[in-house]
């Protein structure tokens, strides 16, 4: 996936490029290792789930994301697993 300055409604790109107050779908998580596999999926992020990005910290990492009525905080390199589609 190209990175992009301004992700613009409807790009596929990581979560990790999303800027603050945007809102996508996860279309799908790439990774490997299951390890961190089960532990994104057991921290809600599935297929198809809205994420919001709330919050970035001063130096870009944590960020923290709104997602099934609760509020989580991931690495950046965690976010950059996650393929999205931008829906706002």
Not at 17 to 42: I, P, W, Y
Request: overall charge positive; some cysteine.
């Amino acid at each position: 996936m190209k990175k992009r300055n301004n992700p613009q409604i409807g790009d596929h790109i990581n979560l990790a490029e999303l800027k603050k107050g945007q809102k996508a779908k996860v279309l799908f998580l790439n990774t490997t290792d299951s390890a961190t596999r089960r532990k994104l999926l057991d921290m809600g992020i599935t297929e198809g789930v809205q994420i919001k990005v709330k919050k970035i910290a001063p130096l870009g990492d944590p960020v923290d994301c709104e997602l099934r009525g609760y509020e989580l905080c991931l690495r950046k390199e965690d976010l950059k697993m996650i393929d999205v589609e931008v829906i706002l």
